[in-house]
């Protein structure tokens, strides 16, 4: 999904919306700490997101892309969201969205790929963990017994901040899975636990559900020098 189609989508009844399966597997759970995370890959323009429309130095540097101040839909008085970010308004005003700027880690290294194992880690830029941030949550604080994986990754076999965990089944094809798992249960109602049901069934045609080993890489990235990256 593009990122624009996702956060058109998300202002008009939440999250929880575009995924109403796992809303209703987090309501039947023992296990009530529910973390939706939703990592929208690729570049953004920060400034043009939640626009500084009262900073001159903002107009100054972007004179034919800066949205005017008229068009920003004011957030506080200095900022703003992009035109565009109207479905979110309503989130904002319920106090159910908040934006953290200026997010980064000391000494921050160019590396595209190596940025990229410091967001998955969560590790300062001196040191490599082998274990996803979430990864580390979650042996910390585990799920319930029965629950058949720590997590599900959507759309991506990447492990992400997940890496080196326990257990996770990575979803290529979701509504692939979701039919799978209405014929597993014989029928469209889904009786079991969140993952507690197709996950651990033995054999799943291809596209289906892959439970796999959360492992840590054995070999270090390739570097690319990216100065953008480095945030």
Same mark, same amino acid.
């Given at each position: ?19 109403? =399966? ?102 300062? =830029? ?99 020098? =990216? ?5």
């Amino acid at each position: 999904m593009k990122r624009r189609d996702f956060l058109n989508c998300l202002g008009g009844a939440g999250l929880l919306a575009l995924t109403p =399966s796992l809303a209703a597997a987090a309501g039947a759970a023992p296990y009530q700490r529910l973390l939706i995370l939703v990592e929208l890959k690729g570049g953004n323009d920060g400034l043009n997101t939640v626009v500084p429309y009262t900073d001159p130095d903002y107009y100054f540097l972007r004179p034919r892309i800066g949205i005017h101040r008229e068009q920003v839909l004011q957030i506080s008085d200095r900022l703003g969201f992009h035109p565009s970010l109207q479905a979110l308004l309503p989130l904002w005003q319920a106090r159910e969205l908040a934006v953290v700027q200026g997010v980064g880690y000391a000494n921050p290294n160019l590396s595209h790929f190596r940025s990229i194992e410091i967001w998955d880690t969560a590790s300062n =830029s001196e040191e490599t963990l082998q274990q996803g941030w979430l990864a580390r949550s979650f042996a910390s604080a585990p799920p319930p017994a029965a629950f058949a994986a720590d997590g599900v990754l959507v759309g991506s076999q990447d492990m992400g901040p997940l890496l080196g965990g326990r257990l996770v089944v990575a979803l290529s094809n979701p509504e692939q899975f979701a039919r799978q798992a209405r014929q597993a249960e014989g029928g469209d109602g889904m009786r079991g636990g969140p993952l507690v049901h197709p996950a651990g069934r033995g054999r799943h045609p291809a596209g289906g559900p892959r439970r796999t080993r959360a492992m840590a890489p054995t070999t270090a990235p390739p570097t690319c020098i =990216s100065p953008w990256a480095a945030g």
